[in-house]
């Protein structure tokens, strides 16, 4: 039963156009989705100063149809799972929340890989809990960990799918030959790398999901760079659509590949909404060329 708080208008869903993937070929999301490591505190630690706002967004991107949100144990620690619960549980039929783990914290804005099993299975757990979960359809090792075998990491995480903790798994920040190390031990489904306009190193990642039809995953998926400027690239494209630069920089990762799943993050309102309605913004070929030439 999906969460009586919750409307889902579908004449005023921009995140519907666009477009559908299924990740691991049976949960199906609206591309756009949205990242919810800002809804925490500065830092990504702790709580946010207006969590009642936090709550508005997540509640705002599932009315404006977005049907994946991307969080980690790791925002806040919890702060940002438990906020999902409170805003969407019960969990409409449609809604995939993804996970992950991986990272540890011990304060504002340090991040430190941790791959023990004991420790992944523990972290399953607890976000088991903290979302409100029978099953995790996507859970994500946030990073590989140098010190433990990459076989220890993955095949704990392949018991926990075989338990029915987890549906699928999925991999961050990786090159080709982790993925393809990582697909020798268990199926994965989806890589979250850094990707957008103005910075492009994963594009052999990229490619290699398309390839195997795996979902990307762009975290800071709306940086443009220079591009910005006035004069600059995007100007005169923005201009045209009527759109901003943010905008124009989600609408030529949608176009770029069918297996992104840009997932642009904030903790305001009125700036989720403008992120999604770049949903239903259309590069010509033309504009899309220019775009991916001025980089």
């Not at 590989?144 to 991999?171: C, F, M, S, T, Y």
């Amino acid at each position: 039963m999906g969460n009586p708080r919750m409307t889902n208008d579908a004449g005023k869903q921009p995140a519907k156009a666009s477009g559908t993937y299924r990740i691991g070929g049976d949960l199906q999301v609206d591309r756009l989705g949205y990242g919810a490591m800002q809804i925490t505190g500065p830092g990504v630690w702790g709580d946010p100063k207006d969590p009642a706002e936090a709550v508005r967004v997540l509640r705002r991107a599932y009315e404006l149809g977005v049907t994946f949100i991307d969080t980690a144990d790791s925002y806040g620690p919890f702060v940002s799972e438990l906020l999902i619960r409170e805003a969407l549980h019960p969990y409409a039929d449609d809604l995939v929340i993804a996970t992950k783990a991986g990272l540890t914290r011990s304060g504002p804005g340090d991040w430190r890989p941790v791959g023990r099993p004991e420790y992944l299975r523990q972290q399953c757990e607890l976000s088991l809990r903290h979302l409100g979960l029978d099953c995790i359809p996507l859970y994500q090792l946030h990073r590989i960990d140098p010190q433990v075998p990459l076989a220890d990491q993955l095949g704990e995480l392949a018991l926990l799918r075989q338990e029915g903790k987890i549906r699928h798994i999925g991999l961050s920040e990786v090159t080709v030959e982790q993925i393809e190390a990582a697909r020798s031990i268990t199926p994965i489904v989806s890589v979250q790398n850094l990707y957008n306009l103005a910075d492009r190193s994963a594009e052999a990642v990229l490619e290699h999901c398309e390839r195997n039809d795996l979902a990307f995953i762009p975290w800071f998926p709306i940086a443009t760079g220079n591009l910005a400027r006035p004069g600059g690239p995007l100007d005169a494209i923005s201009t045209e659509h009527g759109a901003t630069p943010a905008q124009l920089a989600l609408a030529w990762l949608l176009r770029r590949s069918p297996v992104m799943l840009p997932i642009p993050g904030t903790s305001s309102v009125a700036h989720l909404e403008e992120n999604v309605t770049a949903a239903e913004v259309r590069l010509t070929d033309d504009e899309y060329a220019a775009l991916a030439k001025a980089t």
